[in-house]
Each structure stands twice: as structure tokens, then as C-alpha cells.
């Protein structure tokens, strides 16, 4: 686990990976997403070498000829993040074997928004975790394309406004559940694959170990409010993940190899409900006359998914799929 | 000492990469480019070089992927034709931007559709202003030998330029044919190591690559790309001479055949050269003054060497195996304006051949000599050999 001693030296010589002088908006929870990440595996010795897919955090972080990125950066284009830094990875392994570079350190973590991970990037993600690469793939999932003014996504909940599929007098804007990214990724069963919020900065650190440890594809997917799209004050994203976790609507787990295990089980639960409407994107949803069905639906799905969640940790309990990637 | 071996182009692409022996390849398999990347997956799995293979899940990712590696420093190739071209060709376009030394045989093939796997240079023309240098190869010869060119031209540090070497699908690709195979060691020492300055792998002094290049610096940057490819052109001659010490065959921006006396001269790039030749020899048979013209470099285009070639001559016939639809064909415009500046302009006639393969024989190409001989040659009217109108 990162020791927050180290942590804290880090900051006061500042000595950061991911440094300031970035042009997110003010809220914008990537950032805290791309800080842990690098700054943990850096508190547990390792040296980051990272890849951003096309996005906010990308555009906002490197306006040349300036950069926040204190170690090596690579972006390449919207849908090849996990592509490019597999490449990477692999001239690692050669120049290694070849004797070119003396370095064991050297830790690749690939970040992409949701668009570029659940969506466009799906296929070059979906490759090279079958390939076995060693990398840790880290998603901001801030349901929808934001940089380019909130379009849907894969990623993108029902009733959620947004300007490719608007709500509007003839149109219920999306209605489609966003897509279990994990599930997709843990389908490739020999990888780690896990899901994280803002609000819980100590499970991150400890699922990011996990994935910096773990010898081959680790995958984190990070629920990090878009303040302005999500319409929420600047200073609420990190409440509104907790309250994601309180409500079920993003449940904590992990998986490894074929094991499953839930790392927050809140004592109780609050209703979906108190998270939907904390959120201006549903104001549209909120006023419709079906509204409370729809709430319904998603509720029942919620705690469907929480119980088979809670199904698959008893039964896979100490029995990976694999040893071995 | 050189041995001859008689095998398909493909595999004499192979045996060059092999001799090159990248730290990465990454490649997906399209027709006709396959065999090159089963032959070298073959000498991976026999230990013959020790490259790290990433068999990538498609073209996209294959470019994407030695991006990734030639960013870490490392040496690269991929290998592609036609659709799979056109699938990687945002990320060919990248690689060229952030100036990585990539070598990529690309194994003409037409650009669908409909679906057609033979032979055209239409994917070599989508590719033509992607800031790749652009290498046409006759045979299994040129194919080997300009891979090991393209390589060496590629790395030089005033010019960092990935490189594509164009060879015919199936004619020269699957065609059986001698070529001369350099020592492996030779090839060694010819390409010599790949010292990149800056590399993702370099923790100590770490990079940014591919930042957000907005309105104040990406001009200049497309402007440095410019003199890149200048410089590419400044260094060739150098790096033709240097491959002429080490194999005794000496290259040229442009492969000139029997054209000093020419009074009538045809212009076609790769294959297609052979037949043409043969007609040539027999059309000097019987009296008439022709000569051919074979482009090796096609990016950066060697203007200055066609104005050489082919200014107070008679008549010039270009053949396309590409269409620029609603414009004039790529090498027929090409040409016709570097013959803007030359005092006595030929007379010029295009010709469109061989898409998706259609057989090109020498009986056609004769017609277009005739054509120009019997002064029937018309600027800007597009006409088609083997087609049926
Ligand atoms: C091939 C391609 N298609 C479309 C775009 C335009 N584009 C750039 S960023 C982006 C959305 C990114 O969304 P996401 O991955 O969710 O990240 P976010 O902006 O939310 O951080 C889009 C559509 C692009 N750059 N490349």
C-alpha cells in the first residue's frame, strides 16, 4: 500500500508526476485520477511511463510547448491508447533483452476517458489485454464525450441529457444502460480489472498496487464527475461518487482471474433516487411524466446487480480461473 | 559472401527485415502482405532474430503499436496493403508527425471497392501526403535491397522520417524470382545502430510526445516536416552511394533506361517497369528511339531529375496504376508540373493500367508508345490501356 508518508514527501518537494499549471476546469475530477495514479506507483518505486488517449485530460495537459507531465508522455490519437503503450511495453521487453536499457522500474500505465475506452478505443483495449501486455489501463469515466461537449457514450446512463441524443419533445434522449466495462474487461479473464471512485482515495491507491503488481493487464475504471456536464457544483464531484457507491449505482469490486471480490459493502443503502437528483443532467429525465418508472427500473437493476455481484464473490471465493495469464 | 536465393518477394522482404532485425515489429495480416509477416513470425519462432512480434488485433493497432515502440526507442517495422493501409492511415499520418524512423513494405494491392485483393498502386497514392518517404520497387532485388535503404535514409537524424517501400502485390509479392542476398553481418554494419535522442524510456529525461500542436506552433512544425523531407532528398544520393559499396548495384531517384537518345519515353513505377523494358528492347529492334523512365523515389518526388530527363524530348507517356478521380492521375500530375520550368516541353499522354490487377501486357504498353510516336498524343485526355469501353 503507497505510505502516505511517502506521499507527503512527494508533495512538499514537489515532486510530482502529474504536475499543476493544466487547464481542466476547476472540479474536474481527472485530474485526481491521473495524480493517484502516478504518484502511487511512484511511493512504491516504480517510474511511470504514460500514455492519454484524446480527451480532456490530454488537451488540457499538454498545450505545446507547455506540459503538467513530469515523466514520460505519449499520446497518440482518440482510440489506440492501450495499442500504443502495448507497443511500448513491448520495445521495453526488447531493448531489455537486448541489454540497450538496464531498468527494472519502468511501470507503463495507459489512461482514456470513457469515450475512448468503452467506445472507439474498445477494440485496441480489448487486444492488447488479450495479448498479456504489462500495463494498467486507468479509465476516467465521466460518462460522456466531454471534451467535445457532452455527447453520449457507451458510457452515457439512461435519461441522461446529452447533445447527440437530446431529450426533447419527440425523443426520450438515451435510454440505454451504459455498458458493464469491467464485466467486458474481466471477460478477458486473465487480467485484473477493477472499479474505483474519487471519493475513495485509499481503495484506489490499494487497487492501483494491485494493478502495478499484478504481471500482465490491470484495468481500473475510475468514476470521476464531469462537474460541468454532470451540472453540479464545482466542488461536488467527489460527494456525488460517494453517494454513487451509497446508492449502488457504482458498486466497488474487483476481479483476478476469475475472482471476485467486493471491496465496500456499505452497512446500508441509500435510494438511486438521492443520486439522480442530485444531478442537474437529469433535470429533463425528472420532469417527464414516466420518470419515477424509469427510477424504478434503474433501482431494480442496481440491486440486481449488487446481489449477483454478492453471488459471484461467494462462488468464486478461492477459485481463480487462471494461475497464470 | 552474397548468395542467391530464388524465392517470392515476400520472402526477400522477409530475409531484409530479418537482417535488419527491428527490436519491434508489429503487423497484421491482409493479402497479398501476409507471407511477409508469417515468414518473419517463422523467423521469430525459430529464433532466427529476436525481435519482439506484437500480432497486433488490426492495422489500426499495428501502427498504433510501433508508434508506441519507435516513441520507447526502439527500432520498428510494420508491414501492409490496400484496406489495411486505409484502416492504419490516421496513425500513418502520426507517425510522421512525430518524426519516427518506421519502415513499413507496403504490398500494393487495389484500395476497395469492391473487394479486390491484386494489384494497383491505389493505397500508395492515399498515402502520398502523409510525409512518408515513398519507395517504388521493379523486383525482388529492389524490394530487398530498398528495404535496407529505407531503413539507414530513415534513421538519419536530419531527417527521422518513417519510410514505406512499395513492391506489387502477387507480381512481385507471390512471383518466384533470384534475387542477391547481402551478408547478414554486412546488412548489420550498413544499418548500423539506432541511437533515438529522446525516448519514452528515458525516465531520467522524460518527454512529452504528440502534445496539443495549436494555431501558434503546428505551422511550423508541418513546415520542419518540409525540410525533413528535403533533407531526405539531400541524403539519398549519399546513402545510394554508400548501398553501391556494400552490393555493387547503384540507385537512383530514377531508374533510366536506354533514355539518353530517346526521343519518346514512358514513365511507370514498379513492376510493370519489366515489361516495359522489354518493349523497349524491341521497339529499339526496330529503329524507334525509346527509352523508360522507372521512379524509385516517389516521396520526396524527384522533380529536378524528371526535369533533367525529360526536358526537349518528343513525346512522354505516363502510366498510372491509380486514378485521382476528377483530377489528372498522381504521377501524370506530378510530372506534367515539374515540366512547368523546362524550356522545351514534351508532349505528354496519361495512361491509367492494371487497377485491381487487370493484366497488362506488352502489347498494350506498345500502344502507348505508338501513340506517341504517331504524334497522337493529347495533354490532359485520359486514356486506358487493357480496358473495355
Ligand atoms: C478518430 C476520432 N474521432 C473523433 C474525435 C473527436 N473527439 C476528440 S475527444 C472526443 C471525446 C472524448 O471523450 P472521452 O473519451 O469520454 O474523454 P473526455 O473528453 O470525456 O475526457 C472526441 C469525440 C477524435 N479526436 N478522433
Known amino acids: 500500500m503507497p505510505n502516505i508518508r511517502d506521499l507527503v514527501d512527494y508533495v512538499e518537494n514537489n515532486d510530482w508526476a502529474f504536475t499543476q499549471g493544466h487547464r481542466l476546469c476547476p472540479g474536474c475530477n481527472a485530474p485526481m485520477v491521473a495524480n493517484w495514479a502516478t504518484?502511487?506507483?511512484?511511493?512504491?518505486?516504480?517510474?511511470?511511463?504514460?500514455?492519454?488517449?484524446?480527451?480532456?485530460?490530454?488537451?488540457?495537459?499538454?498545450?505545446?510547448?507547455?506540459?503538467?507531465?513530469?515523466?514520460?508522455?505519449?499520446?497518440?490519437?482518440?482510440?489506440?491508447?492501450?495499442?500504443?503503450?502495448?507497443?511500448?511495453?513491448?520495445?521495453?521487453?526488447?531493448?531489455?533483452?537486448?541489454?540497450?536499457?538496464?531498468?527494472?522500474?519502468?511501470?507503463?500505465?495507459?489512461?482514456?476517458?470513457?469515450?475512448?475506452?468503452?467506445?472507439?478505443?474498445?477494440?485496441?483495449?480489448?487486444?492488447?489485454?488479450?495479448?498479456?501486455?504489462?500495463?494498467?489501463?486507468?479509465?476516467?469515466?465521466?460518462?460522456?464525450?466531454?471534451?467535445?461537449?457532452?455527447?453520449?457514450?457507451?458510457?452515457?446512463?439512461?435519461?441522461?441529457?446529452?447533445?447527440?441524443?437530446?431529450?426533447?419533445?419527440?425523443?426520450?434522449?438515451?435510454?440505454?444502460?451504459?455498458?458493464?466495462?469491467?464485466?467486458?474487461?474481466?471477460?478477458?479473464?486473465?487480467?485484473?480489472?477493477?472499479?474505483?471512485?474519487?471519493?475513495?482515495?485509499?481503495?484506489?491507491?490499494?487497487?492501483?498496487?494491485?494493478?502495478?503488481?499484478?504481471?500482465?493487464?490491470?484495468?481500473?475504471?475510475?468514476?470521476?464527475?464531469?462537474?460541468?456536464?454532470?451540472?453540479i457544483p464545482d466542488d461536488s464531484g467527489v460527494e456525488v461518487t460517494k453517494l454513487a457507491v451509497e446508492t449502488k449505482y457504482w458498486p466497488l469490486w474487483e476481479y483476478n482471474m476469475g475472482v471476485y471480490k467486493v471491496t465496500k459493502k456499505p452497512k446500508t443503502f441509500k435510494p438511486v433516487k438521492e443520486y439522480i437528483t442530485k444531478l442537474g443532467r437529469y433535470n429533463k429525465l425528472m420532469k417527464r411524466p414516466d420518470a419515477n418508472e424509469i427510477l424504478e427500473e434503474l433501482q431494480n437493476y442496481v440491486n440486481a446487480k449488487w446481489d449477483r455481484l454478492l453471488a459471484l464473490e461467494e462462488l468464486t471465493k478461492d477459485k481463480p480461473l487462471r494461475t497464470k495469464i | 559472401m552474397p548468395v542467391k536465393l530464388t524465392v517470392t518477394g515476400a520472402h526477400a522482404v522477409a530475409q531484409a527485415m530479418r537482417q535488419i532485425n527491428p527490436d519491434v515489429v508489429a503487423a497484421y495480416p491482409i493479402t497479398p502482405q501476409t507471407p511477409v509477416v508469417e515468414y518473419y513470425a517463422t523467423f521469430v519462432a525459430d529464433g532466427m532474430v529476436d525481435t519482439i512480434l506484437v500480432p497486433v488485433e488490426s492495422e489500426h493497432s499495428a501502427m498504433s503499436a510501433v508508434v508506441g515502440a519507435a516513441a520507447a526507442g526502439a527500432r520498428t517495422m510494420t508491414a501492409t496493403a490496400a484496406n489495411g493501409l486505409a484502416l492504419m492511415i490516421e496513425i500513418v499520418y502520426i507517425a510522421a508527425s512525430y518524426r519516427l524512423p518506421i519502415i513499413m513494405p507496403l504490398v500494393n494491392r487495389a484500395l476497395s471497392g469492391p473487394l479486390n485483393i491484386h494489384c494497383d498502386h491505389s493505397d500508395a497514392m492515399l498515402a502520398r501526403d502523409s510525409g512518408w518517404i515513398q519507395f517504388f520497387t521493379e523486383n525482388h532485388q529492389e524490394a530487398y535491397d530498398f528495404t535496407i535503404i529505407a531503413t539507414k535514409l530513415a534513421e538519419k537524424e536530419n531527417v527521422l522520417l518513417p519510410a514505406m517501400v512499395n513492391l506489387d502485390g502477387f507480381i512481385t509479392s507471390h512471383g518466384v524470382e533470384s534475387f542477391e542476398m547481402l551478408d547478414d553481418e554486412v546488412v548489420k554494419e550498413f544499418v548500423g545502430t539506432w541511437n533515438p535522442k529522446y525516448s519514452l524510456l528515458d525516465t531520467e529525461n522524460p518527454v512529452t510526445f504528440g502534445p496539443v500542436d495549436l494555431f501558434d506552433y503546428y505551422f511550423e512544425h508541418h513546415r520542419q516536416q518540409e525540410e525533413a523531407m528535403n533533407n531526405a532528398y539531400e541524403e539519398l544520393p549519399k546513402v545510394f552511394e554508400e548501398f553501391a559499396k556494400i552490393s555493387g548495384r547503384k540507385y537512383d531517384f530514377l531508374d533510366l533506361y536506354k533514355t539518353d537518345d530517346a526521343d519518346y519515353i514512358?514513365?511507370?513505377?514498379?513492376?510493370?517497369?519489366?515489361?516495359?523494358?522489354?518493349?523497349?528492347?524491341?521497339?529499339?529492334?526496330?529503329?524507334?528511339?525509346?527509352?523508360?523512365?522507372?521512379?524509385?523515389?516517389?516521396?520526396?518526388?524527384?522533380?529536378?531529375?524528371?526535369?533533367?530527363?525529360?526536358?526537349?524530348?518528343?513525346?512522354?507517356?505516363?502510366?498510372?496504376?491509380?486514378?485521382?478521380f476528377g483530377k489528372e492521375a498522381p504521377l501524370y500530375s506530378l510530372i506534367k508540373s515539374a515540366l512547368y520550368e523546362v524550356p522545351s516541353r514534351p508532349k505528354l499522354g496519361s495512361y491509367i493500367y492494371g487497377l485491381g490487377g487487370r493484366n497488362t501486357s506488352p502489347k498494350m504498353i506498345r500502344q502507348a508508345f505508338e501513340d506517341a510516336f504517331n504524334d497522337n498524343l493529347v495533354a490532359d485526355e485520359q486514356r486506358y490501356l487493357g480496358l473495355r469501353e
Open chain 1, 39 to 231: 504518484l502511487a506507483a511512484k511511493s512504491l518505486g516504480y517510474e511511470p511511463v504514460v500514455g492519454v488517449a484524446t480527451g480532456c485530460l490530454e488537451v488540457s495537459t499538454t498545450i505545446f510547448p507547455y506540459t503538467s507531465w513530469n515523466v514520460p508522455y505519449i499520446h497518440n490519437a482518440f482510440e489506440n491508447v492501450a495499442a500504443t503503450i502495448s507497443g511500448a511495453e513491448a520495445a521495453y521487453r526488447s531493448l531489455k533483452n537486448r541489454k540497450k536499457i538496464d531498468n527494472d522500474k519502468i511501470k507503463f500505465i495507459a489512461i482514456g476517458g470513457d469515450g475512448g475506452t468503452y467506445d472507439i478505443g474498445l477494440q485496441s483495449l480489448s487486444g492488447a489485454i488479450e495479448r498479456g501486455h504489462d500495463f494498467v489501463y486507468i479509465l476516467y469515466d465521466n460518462e460522456g464525450y466531454m471534451n467535445t461537449g457532452n455527447q453520449r457514450s457507451g458510457s452515457t446512463p439512461p435519461g441522461a441529457d446529452s447533445t447527440t441524443e437530446p431529450i426533447g419533445k419527440a425523443s426520450s434522449g438515451k435510454l440505454q444502460l451504459k455498458k458493464s466495462i469491467v464485466d467486458i474487461v474481466a471477460g478477458h479473464e486473465g487480467v485484473y480489472a477493477a472499479t474505483a471512485v474519487t471519493s475513495e482515495p485509499w481503495d484506489f491507491m490499494r487497487k492501483m498496487q494491485q494493478a502495478l503488481e499484478f504481471r500482465g493487464p490491470a484495468f481500473i475504471a475510475v468514476l470521476a464527475p464531469c462537474v460541468r456536464f454532470w451540472r
Open chain 2, 266 to 324: 514512358m514513365v511507370v513505377m514498379n513492376s510493370t517497369a519489366s515489361t516495359a523494358k522489354y518493349v523497349v528492347d524491341e521497339l529499339r529492334e526496330e529503329g524507334k528511339k525509346v527509352g523508360l523512365i522507372k521512379p524509385q523515389v516517389f516521396t520526396p518526388f524527384p522533380k529536378k531529375e524528371f526535369q533533367k530527363a525529360l526536358n526537349g524530348r518528343k513525346g512522354v507517356v505516363i502510366l498510372d496504376r491509380a486514378m485521382s
